[in-house]
């Protein structure tokens, strides 16, 4: 019998919670030139490419060989940017979580086939091993509702934490031990391949109680999301 949320059915304009974890429960990520690569390789493929200006460079003919490579390289790469948002995201030792919108059918499956074939490769490399990187294709799950986009978000951002009680400093420690797009949430930081708009603004930034950071700091039922959410 298939895995719960493998067999997916995917429709245009819509959004879904992505996740996949490591064979066997194995980490993923070791360090953090793991983490800075997998984030790299989500800017290549989500941030819109300029050809046309790599093609210039590409004639440059004070450009060196490796140089030229690595534009050649960039050029052959798929890009979603047209295709994929990326809303939040939070990366763990051996899994990750997602939530994208896609606006084609098929835009989410080739997007997670491109990275996770491309983050394989190099895991593989680096550390001399072989065979599948993931237990099993990555899950996806439909989110059906405003309400379940919004406490995916938190569920998503609190994952380094889970259901322990933290509040103020200690909670923002905790949950900053891991990347995630939490401080694209709290404004704190800006990067252009990650999406939070949306969601932030269902929420006051003058009122401190009615807050993002509040939300998600004092979510403790989740059951608005337990079709969507992850038992890993």
Not at 28 to 45: A, N, P, R
Not at 108 to 120: A, K, P, Q, V
Not at 179 to 196: C, F, G, N
Request: proline content about 5%.
């Amino acid at each position: 019998m298939p895995a719960k949320n493998s067999l997916k059915v995917y429709a245009p304009n819509s959004y879904y919670h992505v996740y996949n974890r490591g064979v066997n429960k194995q980490a993923i990520f070791e360090d953090e030139q793991d983490y800075g690569v997998f984030l790299s390789y989500l800017k290549t493929y989500l941030l819109p490419r300029d050809e046309r200006a790599l093609q210039e460079q590409l004639a440059d003919p004070r450009l060196s060989y490796k140089e030229k490579n690595k534009i050649v390289r960039i050029l052959r790469l798929n890009n979603f940017s047209s295709e994929i948002t990326l809303i939040s995201y939070c990366l763990m030792p051996n899994h990750f979580h997602f939530l994208l919108k896609q606006t084609e059918p098929t835009s989410i499956d080739r997007f997670m086939n491109s990275l996770g074939t491309r983050y394989t490769m190099y895991f593989n490399k680096r550390y001399k091993r072989v065979g599948p990187l993931y237990q099993n294709v990555y899950k996806a799950v439909l989110v059906e509702s405003e309400e379940q986009l919004l406490y995916l978000t938190s569920y998503i951002h609190r994952n380094p934490i889970k259901k322990l009680a933290l509040k103020g400093d200690a909670f923002r420690a905790a949950i900053l031990k891991q990347p995630s797009s939490y401080l694209e949430y709290l404004e704190e930081r800006k990067t252009d391949w990650v999406h939070p708009k949306e969601v932030i603004n269902f929420f006051s930034r003058k009122n401190p109680r009615l807050s993002y950071q509040s939300f998600v700091e004092q979510a403790s039922d989740y059951s608005p999301i337990e079709t969507v959410a992850i038992d890993l």
